[in-house]
T-cell receptor
């Protein structure tokens, strides 16, 4: 299973764009990259998933370089409500087994 | 679509007592997971069910933890006897085979062992 490395914490201000990078040097050919968001006292919530290049949805963008050894979650114009822990996971698409690291705690300030 | 339901929401027990958690997954989701999340850490997979069969329980402390998923729907996770280090949030998640982008989690049960 590919291990992921993320910054422990990040600070930002409202209205800024936030980029959280995840390293996954031993990602396998069939692995997908998935990001989850977790608020206190709640279970993690799916944000976005991708395999290569760029994926965008209404919440975030995911950038994956050609070698796929890292990925960057981009949150446009964050608000206080985006304060949460963000997890990067790598795993097989259909096997549905993902292992969580410690995540990145994002603190958005007014 | 109703979410993943878990109960109780909170539980406080003394060490060496037993406790059980209940999970009702999203209707039609064949795969069910139990995770343990200790404060400040990411969720740790304890057990994965596919319908009513166990797919992976390699990280389940089988001397004290047990889980079952009768009829392939609801699931219960039991701890007997509990230790102080079992204090954590126990999360249940479910997914369908074609839901490649992962799981839907419940809100969890916060267990405090004193």
């Amino acid at each position: 299973l590919a291990k992921t490395t993320q910054p422990i914490s990040m600070d930002s201000y409202e209205g800024q764009e936030v980029n959280i990078t995840c390293s996954h040097n031993n990602i396998a050919t069939n692995d997908y990259i998935t990001w989850y968001q977790q608020f206190p006292s709640q279970g993690p919530r799916f944000i976005i998933q991708g395999y290569k290049t760029k994926v965008t949805n209404e919440v975030a963008s995911l950038f994956i370089p050609a070698d796929r050894k890292s990925s960057t979650l981009s949150l446009p114009r964050v608000s206080l409500s985006d304060t949460a822990v963000y997890y990067c996971l790598v795993g097989l698409y259909n096997f549905n087994k993902f292992y969580f690291g410690s995540g990145t705690k994002l603190n958005v300030k007014p | 679509e109703a979410g993943v339901a878990q109960s109780p929401r909170y539980k406080i027990i003394e060490k060496r007592q037993s406790v059980a958690f209940w999970c009702n997954p999203i209707s039609g989701h064949a795969t069910l997971y139990w995770y343990q999340q200790i404060l400040g850490q990411g969720p740790k997979l304890l057990i994965q069910f596919q319908n009513n069969g166990v797919v992976d329980d390699s990280q389940l402390p089988k001397d004290r933890f047990s889980a079952e998923r009768l009829k392939g729907v609801d699931s219960t996770l039991k701890i007997q006897p509990a230790k102080l280090e079992d204090s954590a949030v126990y999360l249940c998640a479910s997914s369908s085979l074609d839901q490649g982008y992962g799981y839907t989690f419940g809100s969890g049960t916060r267990l405090t062992v004193v």
